[in-house]
DNA sequence: TCAATTGCGTTATGCTATAACGTGTGCAAT
DNA sequence: ATTGCACACGTTATAGCATAACGCAATTGA
């Protein structure tokens, strides 16, 4: 799916994501476009459901947080699976693709006969920066 | 990490766990628990924790659920990575290892020098019974 | 024009998780 | 024995994440 024209309230959240260092929650996105005129939950929860359909936007499930894709301009639902790599110190996400863990995961679902719709991996840790 | 001894608290709530058919949330296994004397949502939480601890618990960070390790006895920490295929029709769980996938993931990890903590291997579809 | 769709704003509510306090118990060191 | 520590526990309160349900406005296409 690729973006059609974004709505002003998803562009807003978009550019709140972009601008960001790492991921954020809704809440924090929220506070963030106060000044713009949000006032509700809904506002950013609707604008992050279209942007993640349209895949320029993640959602980090283990954290409950969400961030702008790293592929700026492309659809990211192309690259296969998408994997992050979370520093649990300063926040930064690495997001990556490995095709030899697509095949490899979607060959044990095939054998299973089990249909994914949708796939998490999340590595949590310390990223070189904040290793000690 | 082994088990040691597990406390009141802990058997009960991995009891419910291991009975189960699918996937529980804290507050789902705090009432089926009531009539034992919980009464609030730490008294489970507690318990998860220490039965992550243990390994003999697996939390769903994607569908915030908990669930008992389908290797009863060992320690699914010595499995490497754990990975889950949920079915969203049946709620059902299958666990499984792959470690070719733990080998790419750590792999890609060490050119990053990042230092994992803990890993999540997501895939959320339809499981052979409910395709229709 | 009419109906269907989509986005939006608002209020209310529900679900998930943890902070902070105090209690009791077992155990080891002195 | 007493003191000090670690740990599990119980309780209350609160924080953080997410969605239900209502109604309105704009757009589109038959």
Chains 1, 2 share one sequence.
Not at 111 to 128: H, L, M, N, V, Y
């Amino acid at each position: 799916m690729n973006a059609p024209q974004m709505t002003r309230n998803q562009a807003l959240v978009f550019d709140v994501l972009e601008k960001a260092e790492g991921p954020l929650s809704a809440y924090t996105i929220l506070d963030k476009l106060r000044d713009q005129g949000f006032r509700a939950p809904l506002q950013v929860y609707r604008a992050l459901e279209k942007l993640l359909e349209y895949g320029v936007v993640h959602r980090l499930e283990s954290i409950n947080s969400f961030v702008a894709c790293a592929h700026p301009g492309e659809d990211c639902h192309s690259h296969g699976i998408v994997a992050f790599a979370i520093c649990e110190s300063c926040g930064q996400v690495i997001e990556f693709h490995d095709h030899e863990v697509d095949h490899r995961l979607m060959g044990w679902v095939r054998s299973q006969k089990f249909k994914p719709a949708k796939t998490t991996i999340e590595i949590r840790g310390t990223c070189e920066a904040c290793a000690a």
